[in-house]
């Protein structure tokens, strides 16, 4: 594939003004003159200037720039992955060539085991990342973090309605998706009877209520993530101003890096994409700056996966628990030694990210929720 018939490069002006001492600027191969040696990467940004998606929230093909300006600049921790900048996808003559050329791009980083972090733009380019997956994983885990639903009329905008065509495809047969998690709505911001409904078919659909302050309890959720979407709003305006539906209560500028730390530590994941970030909206480039201090947290995170999960290794401790039944039902436990993540094993064959205290219900003789809910999804 000639990925620069796709990308167009970035501006020297733009790498010209970062100076700063062992700042990502001076470990970045970024597409100014040539293009990257892109092989050995494992992580590939990719801008999105696309606004055509959204009605209010003009501004946001923008972004991408302006939040490198601001990722540039940050210090470089140690041992961190190659990270390419291949610039910006180039605008397609209709909004819908544009998510083809992202789908296009998704899919062939992920046959080269890279993955995409996508700077949008509108949110409606998740369509891409998420059709990227379709003859490559049928048994997609999509994690979406929004105050809102995106279950809007069209007329509302495509970044506003896009939800509907992952959740409820033409041919629920051809459909790829295993579970979607949505995180950080508002109970204000949507429509009771939309909630009820996606609460009835999906089982992580969590208020902002419900997340703030316990992060942590969502990292077995994200470790099982594939396709990671984040867009700005979730975030309280007094940490984010620079989004049209900003609104004063949501997640903290630092419960956002902790999400995106926990995506970059998934050995699953494949594509993750931060959207509506509008700079005609920021003050200061303090906005802009919380985008680019999320990329920095995904790729400390990388340095955090565990890429061998052989469980039968000394790596792992087994732990079996036993139901004082008549069923004789026993549960199979996992716990890696070093970063003390939990597994479960269903039907004997799946495992899947847990929690401690999924462990701790099972000792108790409790049938943990996450495992009923695995077993029933399996039947």
């Not at 940004?45 to 991408?64: C, D, F, M, S």
């Not at 003559?93 to 050329?101: F, I, N, P, S």
């Not at 419960?255 to 494949?270: N, V």
């Amino acid at each position: 594939m000639n990925l620069s018939f796709f990308l167009e490069p970035i501006s020297k002006e733009l790498t010209q003004s970062i100076k700063g001492q062992n700042s990502w600027i001076y470990d970045l191969d970024i597409y100014v003159d040539k293009f990257p040696k892109w092989k050995d990467a494992k992580i590939a940004i990719i801008g999105v200037p696309e606004q055509r998606g959204t009605i209010n929230n003009k501004g946001t093909k923008l972004g991408p720039n302006q939040v490198r300006k601001e990722f540039y600049k940050l210090q470089k921790g140690s041992f961190c992955p190659k990270v390419v900048d291949l610039g910006n996808i180039k605008q397609g003559l209709t909004l819908e060539d544009t998510h083809g050329a992202l789908r296009e791009l998704c899919e062939f980083f992920m046959q080269n085991d890279i993955i995409t972090l996508i700077i949008g733009g509108s949110h409606d380019m998740v369509l891409a990342q998420y059709r990227a997956f379709e003859t490559r994983e049928p048994m997609l885990n999509f994690v979406n973090v929004d105050a809102y639903l995106d279950q809007e009329s069209i007329e509302q905008g495509l970044s506003k309605s896009y939800l509907d065509e992952v959740l409820y495809p033409e041919d629920a047969k051809k459909s790829y998706l295993w579970s979607y998690t949505h995180l950080a709505y508002q109970s204000y911001l949507t429509d009771e009877l939309t909630t009820r409904s996606l609460a009835s078919m999906w089982e992580n659909i969590k208020r902002v209520g419900e997340i703030k302050g316990n992060i942590p309890a969502l990292e077995p959720k994200l470790r099982d993530a594939h396709l990671f979407s984040f867009d700005v709003s979730a975030i309280r305006s007094g940490d984010f101003s620079a989004t049209f539906d900003s609104v004063p209560f949501g997640l903290s500028s630092e419960e956002a890096c902790q999400l995106t730390w926990y995506a970059g530590a998934s050995d699953k994941l494949r594509t993750i994409g931060l959207y509506e970030y509008n700079p005609l909206l920021d003050n200061r480039n303090q906005s802009a700056k919380v985008v680019a201090t999320m990329i920095w947290y995904f790729i400390e995170g990388y340095k955090h996966r565990l890429t061998d999960l052989d469980f039968s290794s000394s790596a792992f401790t087994k732990y079996i628990v036993s139901f004082d039944d008549k069923t004789q039902e026993k549960m199979t436990f996992y716990k890696h030694n070093i970063t003390e993540k939990w597994w479960m094993l269903v039907d004997d064959i799946y495992t899947f990210p847990c929690a401690y205290e999924d462990y701790q219900m099972a000792v108790n003789g409790e049938l943990p929720n996450r495992w009923l809910t695995l077993v029933s999804k399996l039947m």
